[in-house]
């Protein structure tokens, strides 16, 4: 039944395969895969079937083409969509939404793709589970590996986010670190993979956008087609997966209006935007890829003609951000909304505010941006400025003191650019 539902089909050749196949690549021509549902067989006419579950990405597990009875959850998915009231003004729009990722499991959208792509690899009966990570899969796969109880290792780079290391280490995987990038690490990753017989979990796995896809669901639901999504944009599999969702409840006819997807990149690790911005075909891979969004430094990513297509199917766009806009959208989201992102979530505020400021979005849009991941993941006091530090002695008429003088310099309206500066730190 599963199997009549559903295939794999290479993105560039059309080649299918059937649902156990366990390679990551089309074995005739080496693209990308993508799981297909058969969309008149699974006889989908109304939300009605969703309506009286609870919320999360097994709401929808008729689109989800693993055995829903087998599954590996940690009650993924589910995640607020927040109405900014004041953010909104700092970017300049009348209606600003935040889909917060940061309140899932592990703190990250990865769970939306661990939960489906654990299920598969427990499944096809794996050995363990491997993947290359700038911090959230690691944390992410590892937290589902020890629900399955599967062996994990995870690659990621030394400068890796310190709340990331700690998760992974916390939920029991083997960690590799490596004195070199993301994309080095995801080399190594498929080096070895295969010797130990390990199922790599990464985004080019298929199965990791099959659960991803359900953010796209999920807005469908909350907030319809007629929107702007921002994302931030890495490894490129996150834009695509969104894509995707929100394609097939169109094609099951669930849904009138299709969003326009809108992908963010650091500055100086943007091959991405920068091919989307020169309109052209291939990839221009970077080396050295630079930014303090150490989620998004990513400069050779996988899944870049997945969300080549999405942008282009969707009539959307890309922007670049410096890593100074991305801070300060970082502060701004944390003061104007009591919203903690990390630094490569805050990107997607930064480029609407870009895309704003330069005309290319109008106030009157409608925009969601996907904070894909929690402010705990990386807590770098180096970067944040506070409001106020004040180091004293415990003394009460001193503090009382410091604390007059700070207090009558505060503006509320301002929030978030105004701090003062009482000592050094
Ligand atoms: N935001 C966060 C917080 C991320 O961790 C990532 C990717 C992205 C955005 C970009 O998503 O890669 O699908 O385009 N993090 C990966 C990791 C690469 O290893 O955790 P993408």
């Known amino acids: 039944m599963i199997e009549d539902s559903a295939w794999i089909r290479c993105i560039n050749c059309g080649e299918t395969y059937s649902l156990d196949y366990r390679g990551y690549v089309c074995s005739k021509c080496g693209d990308l895969l993508e799981v297909i549902l058969n969309l008149d067989i699974l006889n989908i006419n109304s939300w009605s079937i969703f309506k009286d579950r609870s919320r999360g990405v097994w709401r929808y597990r008729e689109l989800i083409p693993v055995d829903y009875n087998r599954r590996v959850s940690l009650n993924e998915g589910g995640t607020p969509l927040i109405e900014c009231k004041r953010l909104n003004e700092w970017v300049g729009l009348e209606k600003l939404y935040i889909k917060f990722e940061g309140t899932n499991p592990s703190g990250s959208f990865k769970d939306r793709g661990m939960t489906v792509a654990v299920t598969k690899a427990v499944e096809l009966k794996v050995k363990g589970v ?95 087609g007629e929107c702007i999504i921002s994302v931030p944009v890495g490894n490129c599999g996150n834009i695509a997966a969104i894509w995707k969702g929100f394609k097939e409840l169109a094609e099951l006819g669930l849904l009138r209006n299709l969003p326009r997807m809108l992908g963010v990149q650091a500055e100086g690790a943007a091959p991405f935007a920068k091919l989307v911005k020169e309109h ?17 430094r990513i400069g050779r990513p996988v899944n870049w003609k997945k969300a080549l297509k999405a942008i282009r199917e969707s009539g959307g766009d890309v922007e670049i951000v410096s890593d100074q806009e991305i801070l300060e959208a970082q502060t701004a989201i944390a003061r104007l909304e009591g919203l903690g992102v990390e630094p490569a979530s805050a990107a997607s505020i930064a480029g609407v505010k870009k895309k704003v400021e330069i005309g290319e979005l109008d106030k009157n849009d ?60």
């Open 130 to 224: 491997i993947c290359a990570s700038t911090g959230n899969t690691a944390a992410s796969l590892a937290a589902y590996a020890a629900r399955a109880s599967l062996p994990c290792i995870t690659v990621i780079p030394e400068d890796a986010a310190v709340g990331k290391i700690f998760q992974a280490i916390a939920y029991g995987a083997i960690l590799v670190k490596i004195k070199g990038s993301f994309d080095q690490a995801l080399k190594i990753v498929f080096q070895v993979s295969e010797e130990l017989g390990f199922y790599v979990l990464n985004s080019v796995n298929a199965w990791r956008i099959e659960g991803q896809k359900t953010l796209g669901y999920e807005l469908a639901e909350e907030i319809g």
């Open 366 to 425: 409608t925009v969601v941006c996907v904070c894909t991941g929690h402010i705990l993941k990386d807590p770098n006091l180096q970067l944040f400025k506070p409001i106020a530090l004040i180091e004293v002695e415990p003394d009460r008429e001193k503090i009382k003191h410091e604390l007059h003088e700070i207090v009558n310099h505060l503006s509320m309206k301002n929030i978030h650019i105004t701090y003062v500066k009482k000592q050094s730190w």
């Open 280 to 296: 052209g075909e291939q990839l221009n891979p970077i080396d050295n890829p630079r930014t303090i969004a150490s989620a998004i």
